[in-house]
Nanobody, 126 residues
Framework: QVQLVESGGGSVQAGGSLRLSCVAS????????MGWFRQAPGKEREGVAA????????YYADSVKGRFAISLDNAKNSVYLQMVSLKPEDTAMYYC???????????????????WGQGTQVTVSS
């Protein structure tokens, strides 16, 4: 059974930092895209950052470029999202997701990801 378990969310003031972690287990494929997504109340889930475990290539939404950094620790089956200069509009539930590279790269397309964690809440106050 595939499991993705997120941790590291919390409440911070604007300008603060948080580091989210996700531990993946039992992924059926060796090479995957690992992504971080977020969903604010009343809004659609959106892709924030993604990384390909095969070569470490990263992808970011324009709204977080220069502030968020996604990274991998393949030995620990873990993916991280370092967030700095947080803004109130970053407030959302953050989800870790995984997608094998079977055809087109999923990048930040929510519908392309097969496996999802339960989410961790990030709240940024002004």
């Amino acid at each position: 059974q595939v499991q993705l378990v997120e941790s590291g969310g919390g409440s911070v003031q604007a300008g603060g930092s948080l580091r989210l972690s996700c531990v993946a287990s039992n992924l059926p494929y060796r090479r995957n895209y690992m992504g971080w997504f977020r969903q604010a109340p009343g809004k659609e889930r959106e892709g924030v950052a993604a990384i390909y475990t095969g070569d470490g290539r990263t992808y970011y939404a324009d709204s977080v470029k220069g502030r968020f950094a996604i990274s991998l620790d393949n030995a620990k089956n873990s993916v991280y999202l370092q967030m700095v200069s947080l803004k109130p509009e970053d407030t959302a539930m953050y989800y870790c997701a995984a997608a094998p590279l079977l055809s087109a790269a999923p990048l930040l397309r929510t519908a392309a990801y097969n496996y999802w964690g339960q989410g961790t809440q990030v709240t940024v106050s002004s």
